[in-house]
């Protein structure tokens, strides 16, 4: 259902990560008594209130935030009504012309209220602090949610969460979630089934103001001579208070006076609308436009169906034209800043809302906006003041309250802004926006059951808004319901464009960029790799300056072959574009070579999915362990926090194994920190510090095994610096900036001391990157800058066969490597389900042996025929960058993506690669999901060869490589509890005659890896990994001759795991297991130096805790 009276909340995604804490001095009236122990508060109050303390006559108008005490009796007048907070935290509402008497309690555990006559509407998280008496039936609080109505004969209970006892004398009866109770004086309560239970508490319901000044009473009696401002004004002040009907009763009177009156029509056009009859709203509306084009009321009234029919830009162009009529109304310029806010333009959305406070500074919504703003800027203070401000204004109003609460929780008082986002719920039941965020708030407090509840709550009150689907879909996910949560996730995609009531489509495109990653993460955890790499592609390429695809895309590469370069950079990318978030920035995570990554490192890489959904002042830990046979073992530990606008994560990271043969042994030891620094909305700053010393043996797992060697080995001590800068000039235009400095000592020599080759290197890059964002296009350029001082020291030991002996041959060379590169990327939305890219970059590689200009042109494009096919093509060049060693990336922030192929691969420099791909994704409903893809690199590989003396030196030579990939995959959800796949992946590469680096001069490679899961709602996982493979190809022996020999071999290896989440979220524990039957066969990966397939049985228990 569309309600225009929550379209500010929807600032809230763009506010809640900056919130700070203001601190609300409560308001009591003069005179008010203090008791022992208070049983309730009055928290919000409309009309007319008397309170009778207990033991004195007189009757007073209780003030906000007054203690009521045990014995007091209080009255709600006719067109009022009051929220109470009770000292358990339950929050009351209170309808108009109802009597509550705060009973003494039976016992000290609850709190009694005794209804006389009206209504109340209950929300409590303890069902056993409340009871509730009235003269027809008492009701035993079970449940949550539920509202309460005492009339002549009868008393009506309606449960919206939980369970309600509700009994008397004749007998009683219990009503769970959706069902009612009916009792009657002398019988028995008995069920009943309502079709609209929420209809009866729409006295509750806040809407929002439409006109200002003098306004009669809501309880006013008619003048002897009515008049149209009169009952307009009524009416207004009825709609303040909830009482819809006499507002339209007044409305109709008023048109009568005056036929097409452009602020009666106005009025009703509001009232229409929020019942989702948007036509009949929308002619309401017109018509009050047409009958008065300067009329305040009729635009905004305009204002509000333009944005329901998702014309947020119509919206505002009704305002600016209502604002030129009326530049001293504060309304409008209010409503403006509002739709500003909610189209990221904080600069304008502050200016008019300082611009209605001028006009006004009694309008609350105009400081709740400015509260908003001033959150977004990181201006704790001002916030706070402005908060308090619009509460004391409007206390009935739930986005002060909401706001409050978020501030809170931002400033790390979890359990208070709760509290405020409860009094929130209350003050506003029936709104869906709301509903989500304080079951965000449960979910951060591990209190699942309140959150889900409130997840499928606000799901039924709005069935088109997508965010509780969202959040609800990350909550499934860590109670070990992946199948659950990718179901809401996608939902949540195909709701997205809902959002239009209060999204520009610049930022509709960001919030489905955001659900793509998440539901890229899901897909991985439940084996979908594929469907995650279609996510993150999709996600960069709707909003390229969204930080949530690129760490998508940097967690996924993970389990592709020579993705180093694109996942260090994009998670680089993550980085500098990132908000301020508690994100642990896993120390392996940038490193480009960890051997056995996914399979042996303490951690998956993967977007950590403990993180709680509100970004807040405090602490986190997570730590990991590994151990496993080949004497492997190892750990991770992360601590991050975020302190105001700062944020910073320092961890440190160690591995080791023997491996599978002699000389194949790997340590590693990785230390990082990351500092943050959020200026403003629109600003940030970050600053990575990171160090590694790796010592390795001879990684290559050859199709022969007899061909590995037990002589060579490498050691390399790195290090970064990396300062990075983001600022907005708006919400269309950014501009990064990148500084780093590295050094890196890499020493490759032989075990038998006749062979040393060593580098020293320091290296700078420099990076500036402009991003631009239009309604259906955009656009990435940038230039960037490598340079390097590099020292290469080289001995040999050389024979010299006549006379027989050796003799040793060193030097030391300095080169002094450069690349000055430039690059720009035009995506554009040719048609709603075709976007196209177009790209050129620059390369010039001077000062090494490699020197080269090249102008490398890319294509590609991402075509949605159907909601659920995709076709991806791509065609481009490359030119790989100088880098002392593999391991040593240099940082870019050049996109590595083009049409959804990564474009950048592990190679050596001056590297020119050309390719070219195809790729269909299909999903056939919601359970099931085939693709497939294909490529062809051409690779032009330069090489350096060392010349004996007694002239060294080096000279190049070139040799080509040919490259065929495909894959193909096929992915079902049999049940809300298991997964299944089924994959086919093809390699082949083919190297000149004259070349065989790895033993190989072709290698073609087929698997079919099949995978099956099962999800157990008490936390435990279980997969089976199968896979059948053949491969064959041309090797060459590496012993003189060098002949060479074909050979080939098919076979089996089965991977398996059982994982257990440990409860509330603490962390996982894992089993898992490699070549499970310890199977033999001789195998090449593509990427010998991170096998994917195991030789031998490896069997590893792993662990992670997060605190």
């Known amino acids: 259902m569309v309600r225009i009276r929550v379209s500010l909340l929807a600032v809230l995604v763009l506010s809640a990560s900056v919130l700070v804490n203001p601190v609300w001095a409560q308001t009591v009236a003069s005179g008010s008594r203090q008791c022992e122990a208070w049983v309730a508060r009055l928290i919000s109050s409309q009309g007319s209130l008397n309170l009778r303390r207990s033991g004195l006559a007189r009757v007073s108008q209780p003030g906000l935030n007054e203690p009521l005490c045990v014995g007091d009796v209080l009255e709600v007048g006719p067109f009022s009504r009051a929220a109470l907070e009770l000292p358990d935290q339950t929050v009351v509402s209170v309808d108009q012309d109802t009597i509550v008497t705060f009973a003494a309690p039976a016992d000290d555990k609850r709190t009694w209220l005794d209804i006389l006559r009206g209504a109340i509407h ?73 079709v ?57 009177s008023a048109l009568s006076l005056a036929p ?45 169906v333009r944005q329901a029919r998702f014309d947020l830009p119509g919206a505002i162009s009704d305002l600016e034209a209502g604002v030129a009529a009326h530049p001293d109304n504060a309304l409008l310029r209010a409503r403006l800043a509002e739709l500003w806010l909610a189209s990221g333009e904080f600069g304008r959305s502050e200016a008019e809302a300082k611009a209605a406070l001028a006009a006004d500074p009694q309008l609350s919504l105009a400081h709740a906006v400015l509260g908003f703003v001033e959150l977004s800027h990181i201006r704790p203070g001002a916030a706070r003041d402005s908060f308090v401000e619009a509460i004391r204004l409007e206390p009935n109003a739930p986005l002060p309250r909401l706001g409050l609460g978020l501030a809170k929780i931002r400033d790390g008082e979890l359990e208070a802004g709760r509290k405020d986002i409860e009094i929130a719920v209350i003050l506003d039941p029936n709104n869906s926006l709301v509903r989500s965020y304080m079951g965000k708030a449960y979910f951060d407090e591990k209190r699942d059951k309140l959150a889900a509840s409130q997840f499928d709550i606000a799901k039924g009150l709005d069935p088109n808004d997508p965010t509780p689907w969202f959040y609800d879909a990350i909550r499934r996910q860590t109670v070990n319901d992946p199948v659950g949560a990718i179901l809401g996730v996608q939902k949540s995609v195909e709701l997205n ?96 070579n960890l051997f056995v990554l996914d399979n042996a490192g303490p951690t998956a890489i993967a977007f950590n999915e403990f993180n709680p959904l ?27 926090g975020i302190e105001g606008p700062w944020s910073f994560s320092v961890g440190g990271f160690h591995f080791e194994t023997d491996g599978f043969q002699e000389n194949n042994d790997l340590t590693v030891d990785t230390g ?77 020599f032989s075990r038998t001391s006749d062979y040393v080759f060593g580098i020293d290197s320091d290296a700078y890059v420099g990076e500036l990157q402009w991003l631009y964002r239009a309604d259906r296009w955009s656009l990435v350029t940038g230039a960037r800058y490598y340079g390097a001082d590099q020292t290469n020291d080289l001995m040999f030991v050389y024979p010299i066969p006549d006379p027989p002996f050796e003799e040793t041959y060193s030097s030391t060379t300095t080169t002094r490597p450069e690349n000055f590169s430039t690059y720009a990327y035009l995506s554009v ?25 090249e102008i490398s042109p890319k294509f590609g494009a991402i075509w949605r025929p159907t909601a659920d096919t995709t076709v991806r093509v791509g065609a481009f060049q490359t030119l790989n960058s100088p880098m002392p060693t593999r391991d040593d990336i240099q940082p870019s922030l050049e996109p590595t993506a083009v049409g959804g192929f990564n474009q950048f691969f592990a190679g050596v420099e001056a590297e020119r690669d050309r390719r070219y791909g195809l790729g269909v994704d299909q999903r056939f409903g919601e359970y099931l999901f085939a693709g497939a893809e294909v490529s062809k690199r051409k690779i ?40 299944a796949s089924l994959n086919y992946q093809y390699d082949l590469a083919e190297y000149d005659d004259n070349f065989a680096p790895y033993g190989f001069r072709t290698l073609e490679t087929h698997r079919f890896p099949f995978n099956a899961s099962y999800y157990a709602a008490n936390g435990f996982s279980f997969g089976l990994t199968p896979t059948f493979v053949h491969q064959r190809g041309k090797f060459q022996d590496f012993n003189p001759p060098f002949d060479l020999s074909r050979d080939d071999d098919d076979f089996w290896v089965v991977d398996g795991y059982v994982q257990y989440r440990l409860p509330n979220r603490w962390g996982v524990v894992r089993l898992e297991g490699g070549n499970l039957f310890d199977s033999s066969f001789k195998f090449q990966d593509v990427d010998p130096e991170n096998p994917r397939i195991l030789p031998e049985r490896l069997i590893l228990l792993k662990l992670t805790v997060a605190m």
């Open 122 to 194: 209950v929300i409590s998280r303890d069902p056993r602090a409340l009871r509730v008496i009235t003269p027809f039936a008492n009701a035993g609080i079970e449940g949550t949610e539920f509202f309460v109505g005492v009339g002549g004969d009868a008393t009506t209970v309606i449960v919206y969460e939980g369970r309600v006892k509700v009994e008397n004398s004749a007998g009683a009866a219990t009503a769970a979630s959706g069902e009612s109770v009916l009792a009657r004086a002398g019988s028995a309560p008995v069920l009943q089934q309502i």
């Open 196 to 252: 609209r239970p929420r209809d009866a508490v729409v006295w509750t319901l806040y809407y929002p103001p439409t006109g200002t000044g003098p306004l009669p009473d809501a309880a006013a009696a008619e003048p002897a001579v009515p008049s149209v401002d009169f009952y307009v004004g009524r009416a207004e002040q009825r709609l303040a208070v909830g009482q819809v009907s006499a507002a339209e009763a007044d409305l109709t």
């Open 260 to 304: 097409g009156s452009a602020e009666v029509l106005a009025r009703q056009s509001v009232i229409v609308l929020t019942r989702d009859d948007t036509e009949a709203a929308a002619r309401l509306a017109d018509q009050a436009v047409a009958a008065a084009p300067d009329s305040a009321a009729a635009r905004l009234a305009q204002s509000y």
């Open 497 to 592: 464009d809902n959002r239009a009531v209060y999204r520009s489509r610049l930022e509709l495109d960001q919030d489905l960029a955001a659900r793509s990653a998440a539901l890229g993460k899901i897909e991985r955890n439940l084996g979908f790799e594929e469907l995650a790499l279609r996510e993150g592609w999709q996600s960069i390429a709707l909003a390229p300056a969204d930080y949530s695809g690129h760490r998508l895309l940097a967690d996924n590469y993970s389990f592709l072959p020579r993705h180093e370069i694109a996942r260090v950079n994009e998670l680089l990318q993550s980085q500098i574009l990132q908000p301020q978030n508690m994100t642990p920035i896993q120390p392996q995570l940038a490193e480009a």
């Open 614 to 640: 509100f970004s807040r002042d405090r602490l986190a830990i997570q730590a990991s362990a590994v151990v496993g046979n080949q004497g492997t073992w190892g750990g991770d530990s992360v601590l991050s």
């Open 672 to 748: 990082n920190a990351f500092v943050q620094f959020q200026q403003s909305v629109d600003t940030s700053f970050f600053m990575e510090i990171r160090s590694t010393h790796r010592e390795e043996g001879d990684l290559v797992l050859r199709f022969e095994p007899a061909d590995n060697s037990s002589l060579p080995r490498q050691d390399e001590d790195s290090s970064s610096v990396k300062l990075g800068a983001r600022h907005n000039f708006s919400n269309r235009s950014t501009l990064l900036a990148l500084f780093a400095y590295q050094t890196a000592s890499p020493s490759d």
């Open 829 to 853: 939305e040719l048609t709603p389900t075709l976007v196209g890219t177009l790209g050129l970059a620059s390369d010039n590689i001077s000062g090494s042996v490699y020197d080269r200009d």
């Open 940 to 979: 032009d590989l330069p090489i350096a060869i060392q010349t004996p003396p007694p002239e060294p030196g080096f000279s190049v030579v070139t040799t080509r490589v040919d490259e065929s990939n495909a894959r193909a995959y096929l992915y079902w959800i049999p049940s809300p509890n298991t997964s």
